[in-house]
Nanobody, 124 residues
């Protein structure tokens, strides 16, 4: 499985960015897909996830109502739409795939495959 994250960049507070995660080797519409981020000097934290069924989404409180996770099964790609960006959203963002088909985990150790990360920098 290979996950290729893209779409990061520089933004100002209040701007929007859309991150993409293109997958090969597995069908994203079948597995749990998650987004995590790691800010400078901090550990990696859960941001959002899409259930294996594609019917449920989960978000960290810090991004709820601002970020939206979605999938395009035809392109085998997962997206993270980030609106109303804040400086505290600055981090390296990673997409990940979990083989857990029973529930949608938030712990990074439950994700088996990871993309390389894409940098998002938000200035005030």
């Amino acid at each position: 499985v290979q996950l290729q994250a893209s779409g990061g960049g520089l933004a100002q507070a209040g701007d929007s960015l859309r991150l993409s995660c293109a997958a090969s080797g597995r069908t994203v519409g079948v597995y749990v897909m998650g987004w995590f981020r790691q800010a400078p000097g901090k550990g990696r934290e859960f941001v959002a996830a899409l259930s294996a069924s594609g019917l449920s989404t989960y978000y960290a409180d810090s991004v709820k109502d601002r970020f939206t996770v979605s999938t395009d099964n035809a392109k085998n790609t997962v997206y993270l739409q980030m609106n109303s960006l804040k400086p505290e959203d600055t981090a390296i963002y990673y997409c990940a795939l979990s083989l857990n088909l029973v529930r949608t985990p938030r712990g990074e150790n439950e994700y088996a495959y990871w993309g390389q990360g894409t940098q998002v920098t938000v200035s005030s």
